[in-house]
């Protein structure tokens, strides 16, 4: 069977890893669903000059933030993971504090109950001690935390190549493997 994941974009900025992630994501037996927030299709435009519609080859269903009767609204549906790329801070707040205010936070909640991999991309900085809070309790209702955090032992030529490790590593946190992805191998 065929495994599908849900990708959440939020209004947060960072659209290129969620690109590398679609991108990514494409030579893999893997059915994307995908949730565009109002305010991340915002980002989308600001950041890489994209819509929605742009984002159609990779994604093979795209869900309204306000349709709470879609699939990925119940566990029963068989989604095997979700992706939110970027997570902005109030949607980490939302789901940490399971309040289901649009289809992206219900489609975490689902993820954290049927106890499936849920990672947030939190993206912020500097940190208050309610991000930091909000963090805590998304991760120990099961969430994993990982902020989009450049890695540079791999020498990445561009934005693009730093963006596309990163996204290796999210698919892989989310139960893929990723041949291509640069592995530290020590100091050689």
Known sequence: MRKKIILAITGATGSLYALELLKLLQGL?????GLLSEAGEQVLRLEL????????????????????AAPIASGSSGFAAMAVLPCTMGSLAAIANGICGNLIHRAADVMLKERRPLLLAVRETPLNRTHLANMLKAHEAGAIICPPMPAFYHKPADLEEMARFYAGRVAELLGFQIASLPRWTGIQ
């Open 29 to 33: 037996d893997v059915e994307v669903h």
């Open 49 to 68: 000059g994209l819509y929605r519609r742009d984002l159609d080859h990779y994604v093979a269903c795209w869900h309204e933030s306000n349709d709470f």
